[in-house]
Nanobody, 124 residues
Framework: VQLQAFGGGLVQPGGSLRLSCAASGRTFSSYNMAWFRQPPGKEREFVSAIIWTRSITNYADSVKGRFTISRDNTKNTLYLQMNSLKPEDTAIYYC??????????????????WGRGTQVTVSS
């Protein structure tokens, strides 16, 4: 599966942004999907994930209540709605995929497929 994230940009603190991840190749609906991010000078970290049926999601504590992950299997697209953005949300955001299961690990090494990232900058 090939992945491409887009939708990043510059936003003021408290603002909102929606990221999208377009998938091509093998059947999108057979993959679990996730968002990770890499802040400047830091390691890549887990943000959120969703299983192939959309019935189970997982969020990092730092984004719970502010970010919402979703997917449209008819459009082969993953989304991340980000509200109440903070300067510490500034990072390159990546989408990732792994085979369908009821597991949503937060370890990036367990996600084999990655797209190019999109930059999100939260600043006044």
């Amino acid at each position: 599966v090939q992945l491409q994230a887009f939708g990043g940009g510059l936003v003021q603190p408290g603002g909102s942004l929606r990221l999208s991840c377009a998938a091509s190749g093998r059947t999108f609906s057979s993959y679990n999907m996730a968002w990770f991010r890499q802040p400047p000078g830091k390691e890549r970290e887990f943000v959120s994930a969703i299983i192939w049926t959309r019935s189970i999601t997982n969020y990092a504590d730092s984004v719970k209540g502010r970010f919402t992950i979703s997917r449209d299997n008819t459009k082969n697209t993953l989304y991340l709605q980000m509200n109440s953005l903070k300067p510490e949300d500034t990072a390159i955001y990546y989408c990732a995929a792994r085979g369908s299961s009821y597991s949503l690990p937060t370890n990036s090494a367990t996600w084999p497929y990655w797209g190019r990232g999109t930059q999100v900058t939260v600043s006044s």
